[in-house]
């Protein structure tokens, strides 16, 4: 037998459609907060485990983002992980034209972590915060390192996710994946 792959490569050049094939992986939906004077939150799908031993994880942040400036400054940062019924959140904090500094939290439920102080989302599927870590160049984003300080898993609900440029919720009968 004998296979016949089709490759359509895409124009490196041509963002929409690399956004596009980037889009075609499901992802997960989460706030990423900055606290002190100015806290400072945003939406963010660009998050991944990194380690257990530190406990690590990172963020991608866009260059001209207000919160590249902000987690630049910062120490510490939290991250919420949403929840499938969080979308309005999820909006949110996506919206470019909304309120900043304290004002933007005004709209939704959060929490003072208790380590770091940063803002977290109110029933979200899991909180943690972190201090920023390390840092590196990611072409038009940086990668920021967070090592884990504190975690809080609020409940086994299921997560809010983005496939396609659209929110979904899973609906689907998941399997234990084994390693």
């Not at 380690?51 to 400036?69: E, K, Q, T």
């Not at 038009?140 to 919720?169: A, C, M, P």
Request: hydrophobic fraction near 40%; glycine fraction near 10%.
């Amino acid at each position: 037998m004998q296979l016949h792959l089709s490759t359509a490569s895409v124009d490196m050049t041509d963002t929409k459609a690399l956004r596009h094939a980037f889009g075609t992986f499901a992802t997960g939906v989460t706030v990423v907060t900055t606290g002190g004077q100015v806290p400072h939150a945003m939406t963010a799908n660009s998050f991944t485990s990194v380690s257990l031993d530190p406990p690590l994880l990172l963020v991608c942040i866009g260059r001209g983002a207000v919160m590249h400036h902000c987690l630049s400054m910062a120490g510490s940062f939290g991250v919420s992980v949403l929840a499938a019924h969080q979308e309005d959140e999820a909006r949110h904090f996506a919206n470019r034209y909304r309120a900043l500094g304290a004002a933007q939290f005004e709209e939704v439920d959060w929490a003072e972590g208790e380590v770091t102080g940063v803002p977290l989302i109110a029933g979200a599927v899991a909180q943690f915060e972190c201090h920023v870590w390390r840092c590196y160049d990611g072409g038009d984003h940086t990668i920021f390192i967070g090592k884990v300080v504190s975690v809080n898993q609020q409940s086994d609900s299921d997560g809010l996710l983005v496939y396609r440029g659209q929110f979904k919720e899973t609906g689907v009968k998941l399997r234990e994946v084994t390693a």
